[in-house]
């Protein structure tokens, strides 16, 4: 009977490592799918930002500064690597993109050209999408690390090196009032 009884307690301890590990894999899984919403909407934005800026350019030529920045920060964006430093750089962006569209306020042949009006549009869209996965992801990071740092799901999570996801987060100068020269 004793060995019928550990053979159930070995196979229900099993199960329970199977069940967890499992909610780990579909966490970790989770966080990946959520970033890749994010890499898609950061480029559909990084894909508006030359369009953007050759419009604004033929009627603000003198605006010189909004319009590199606005350059450098989408090609810094690029090539960061890492969840922190994305963030930071699209923080940056984002900024600078605002300065971009203010622009229009000071140019009224701008503010009423169809194109510039087209790509505004597309721009608040995509910055509406890009703000729900980048509430959907910090979730998904925000479960996955409760979950690796909650026990039973710590027992497994550090000898399967299941590590910390880092939450996608403005940096101090992104949350800062956009200061825009005219």
């Known amino acids: 009977m004793t060995e019928w009884l550990a053979g159930l307690a070995v196979l229900a301890l099993a199960g329970l490592a199977v069940w967890v590990f499992n909610q780990l894999v579909r966490d970790r899984n989770q ?4 970033w890749s919403d994010i890499d898609v909407q950061l480029q559909r934005r990084h894909d508006l930002v030359p369009n953007l800026v050759s419009t604004v350019k033929a009627y603000a030529a003198h605006e010189r ?5 606005v350059v450098a920060e989408r090609n810094a964006s690029r090539k960061a690597r890492g969840v922190g430093e994305r963030a930071r750089h699209e923080g940056a962006l984002e900024q600078s993109l605002t300065g971009l569209v ?22 608040s869209e995509v910055e509406d999408h ?3 996965a980048r509430r959907f992801y910090n ?6 690390n409760t979950r690796i740092q909650q026990f039973p799901h710590l027992l497994l999570a550090r000898p399967f090196g299941f590590a910390e996801a880092e939450f996608f987060g403005a940096d101090a100068d992104a949350r800062r009032a956009t200061a825009i020269a005219l």
Do not use: C, I, M
């Not at 500064?65 to 920045?69: A, I, M, P």
């Not at 979730?139 to 996955?144: A, K, L, N, T």
């Open 139 to 144: 979730g998904s990071v925000r479960q996955y």
């Open 102 to 123: 203010a622009l229009a306020e000071a140019y009224p042949d701008l503010k009423a050209s169809e194109n510039f009006a087209q790509l505004s549009a597309q721009l």
């Open 130 to 132: 890009l703000q729900y």
């Open 65 to 69: 500064e909004t319009l590199e920045r």
């Open 31 to 34: 966080v990946s799918a959520a």
